[in-house]
């Protein structure tokens, strides 16, 4: 069973969602403020995080800074870009605004799901790219890609969060303890390899720039495969 943490101080909303979660077979873990919800993470480790951003004491941004490898939908009334681009560039894997449709909802929880569990056995995949964490092979479209230390970092990151951006400092950070000598003169070059690698072998390009901010992985033209 998946276990699903409702990070929300409105009665009403936990308990809505609360409900709505059991009837699709997921365990339901409650926490009505951002310091309840790290307490309860140095216990016990749900497989996904709903994350309200208005929390007594402590905000769920400072929250969303302290969670590691779990997945996280950020729910808001906050419906500004601003805000959206600052949560899913810190972290968050998705940002959904209040008031939402439960049934859309749910269809992005399932999502978050399957692609942290294909993450959790060994095996990344997304839109014909698959990654084994195991062996550190590559393959597009069935084709092995050869990359480099480096590239396999990048790839890797991208791919534990396929829609999240990554600022340039954001990938230094996260991949520079596999790949110490990456510095930001040379991120760059590694970034048009691997990219120039997969186009190769697939004929599509996986990774886009998003101007003035980063890189992500291009959106899905196939069903991510599970």
């Known amino acids: 069973m998946k ?11 936990g308990a809505m969602l609360s409900e709505a979660l059991s009837k699709q077979g ?3 873990m409650r926490a009505y403020s951002g310091t ?4 309860l993470l140095e216990t016990r480790r749900p497989d996904l995080i709903l994350l309200d951003l208005m929390l007594p004491g402590l905000s769920g941004e400072k929250v969303l800074e302290k ?7 950020v729910l808001s009334a906050k419906a500004d870009a601003g805000s959206k681009v600052s949560l899913l560039l810190g972290g968050a894997q998705d940002y959904v605004t209040k008031p939402f449709d439960l049934s859309e909802l749910m269809a992005r929880i399932a999502v978050q799901l399957r692609n942290s569990s294909a993450f959790s056995e060994g095996i990344l995949s997304y839109d014909g790219l698959t990654l084994d ?3 550190h092979s590559v393959s597009a479209d069935g084709l092995e890609v050869h990359l480099t230390r480096t590239e396999y970092a990048i790839l890797k990151l991208l791919m534990q969060r396929p829609s999240q951006v990554f600022t340039k400092s954001q990938l230094l950070d996260k991949i520079s303890a596999d790949t ?3 510095t930001e003169s040379s991120l760059k070059i590694h970034i048009s390899n691997l990219r120039r690698k997969l186009r190769e072998a697939s004929g599509r390009e996986y990774i886009e720039a998003v101007w003035g901010i980063g890189f992500k992985l291009a959106a899905a033209k196939k069903q991510p495969q599970s």
């Open 3 to 13: 276990y699903i943490l409702i990070v929300d101080d409105d009665e009403h909303i």
């Open 26 to 28: 997921y365990g339901v």
């Open 36 to 39: 309840e919800a790290l307490m």
């Open 67 to 73: 969670i590691r490898g779990i997945p996280v939908i």
């Open 133 to 135: 964490t195991a062996t």
């Open 180 to 182: 110490p000598d990456c």
